[in-house]
């Protein structure tokens, strides 16, 4: 079996049946999306940097370039 297909059945078998269970199991990838999107285009982000602003809706002790965190 591919690996895409075994990725596809995983989620099936989830069985999920609203929108609050659907949010329940992405709950951590939303952080994981955003940081390998911003990685592309910005090599200077750290995944902390980006949890940090979705946890905190900000960064603390950030010393690079603020272009880095708007991006």
Do not use: C
Not at 17 to 41: D, M, P, T
Not at 51 to 68: A, K, L, P, S
């Amino acid at each position: 079996m591919e690996k895409y297909d075994e990725i596809v059945l995983a989620w099936k078998n989830q069985k999920l049946r609203s929108a609050a269970e659907l949010e329940a199991a992405l709950n951590g990838y939303v952080i994981q999306f955003a940081y390998h999107s911003g990685k592309i285009e910005n090599p200077q982000i750290t995944y902390n940097d980006t949890q940090e602003i979705f946890d905190h809706d900000g960064v603390t002790n950030y010393t690079g370039d603020v272009r880095t965190i708007f991006e």
